[in-house]
């Protein structure tokens, strides 16, 4: 076929060569394997986060060692003032339902895998639960304790005093374990404000706790009757010493005092009504699950007037 005089010639479709063809080849292989290599490396992580729950759960302690009782250990903490932390989240973190120790020199951790398995069943998308280790050691012994956070009051929380926590770049989202060794790594006056708060006392008693603490000299005398009086919120346990607040001497009671202390009495008056029915763990985390969905709306009602000002007793 001719074209016009003095035009060059089509050039001819170009096919490939056999040599060509390998390479394509190759090269569609080579890209399916490096997304088979990172689709496995992704799988992998993902495997190593979602197995970190059965890992734990499958631990068995060595023979010989008496487990914990779980029943004991969770009715214990709803006895003494985790119940504030379980039933609604008037406390946004309650310690203590378990103390020990172990030797930073040559460490026995099975008790305290022991502790932290039983734990697993307050982990939920309602609360969580674990053992902190303190920061600091006692002559060669490192101290440990449990405690269960409640996860959206603690949100709330750190939400609310967000000028306190943001510089430590604590949000609401931050995992409890992780804000709980910040506090207990903070310098000493934002330690004592970090822990008061995450323990739901009133401000202007976390406030006066950190100054008469900061103002402490040779000279001063301080104590119950010298510098300051206690607040006492009763638990199933004891009236007194579980729940308990330093205030100023001659202290007259604040909206807060009295909104923190009619919801406790309701909300103890409640778990004592079915606390006969706890037979076992499942009982036990199905009661603290329902005392919650009743007393954490109230304890919502509170927070949003308190942000409004108004705060009047939801209780």
Known sequence: MTGQPGA??????????????????????????????????????AGCTSNQASVVDAWRPPA???????????????????????????????????????????PDFTELRDVRQALGHLRNEVWYA???IFDTDDDGDRRAQAYVVHRNALARMIERLESFWSPWGITPCTHPSEIIAIVDRMPRAD???????????????????????????????VGPGKDREFIQIPTHVSDSGRFTYAV???????PAD????????????????????????????????????????????????N?????????
């Open 64 to 106: 010989g060692h008496a487990s914990i009782d779980r029943f004991e250990l969770l009715r214990k903490a709803a006895d003494q003032e985790a119940l504030y932390t379980l039933a609604g989240g008037l406390k946004p973190m309650s310690s203590g339902i378990w103390r020990g120790a172990f030797e930073t020199t040559d």
């Open 258 to 305: 009295r909104r923190l202390a009619e919801g406790a009495a309701l909300i103890l008056g409640t778990y004592e009504g079915r606390r006969s029915r706890m037979n076992d763990v499942a009982d036990v985390v199905e009661i603290l699950l329902q005392l919650n969905e009743r007393f954490e709306c109230l304890t919502l009602i509170e927070v949003t007037e």
């Open 191 to 221: 330690r004592w404000r970090g822990y008061g708060h995450l323990f739901g006392y009133p401000d202007e008693a976390v406030d006066f706790f950190v100054a008469a603490g900061l103002a402490i000299t040779d000279e001063n005398e």
């Open 8 to 45: 060059k010639p089509s050039p001819k479709p170009r096919t490939r060569s056999g040599r060509d063809a390998v390479r394509a080849v190759r090269a569609v292989r080579t890209r399916g394997l490096v997304l088979v290599t990172w689709a496995g490396m992704l799988l992998a992580i």
């Open 130 to 132: 674990d053992v902190q």
């Open 307 to 315: 942000l409004e000002g108004t705060a009047p007793s939801p209780w």
């Open 248 to 254: 100023p001497l001659n202290h007259v009671p604040t």
